[in-house]
């Protein structure tokens, strides 16, 4: 199992800047994953944000695309999402989500966090 814990949340003014982190729990340490970053705003679906793929590739979506850095400390088993220039729209829960990494592949987020609230006042 994975146990995704994400913290860091808060209430920004539009522009400035906010880091999310997601604490990672795995049930062994060889375990390989796969680890992104979701957001969900109210009556809006769940969307990808920015994701780091099975061999370490980091992607974002094209909203978020040169403002948010998605970045990992193996050593500490910390998952961060630095997101500056921040825009109303960004307001949402942000979930970190985990998949299981199958020689690179990643095969699905299915383990999620609480998820963390995002609100940007513009």
């Known amino acids: 199992d994975v146990r995704l814990v994400e913290y860091g949340g808060g209430s920004v003014q539009a522009g400035e800047s906010l880091t999310l982190s997601c604490g990672v729990t795995l049930d062994y340490p060889e375990r390989k994953i796969c680890l992104g970053w979701y957001r969900q705003a109210p009556g809006k679906e769940r969307e990808g944000v920015a994701f780091i793929g099975g061999r370490g590739l980091a992607t974002y979506k094209d909203p978020v695309k040169g403002r948010f850095t998605i970045s990992e400390d193996k050593a500490k088993h910390i998952l961060y999402l630095q997101m500056n220039s921040l825009k109303f729209e960004d307001s949402a829960m942000y979930f970190c989500?985990?998949?299981?990494?199958?020689?690179?592949?990643?095969?699905?987020?299915?383990?999620w966090g609480q998820g963390t609230q995002v609100t940007v006042a513009s």
């Open positions: 989500a985990a998949a299981r990494n199958f020689d690179g592949d990643c095969a699905g987020y299915g383990w």
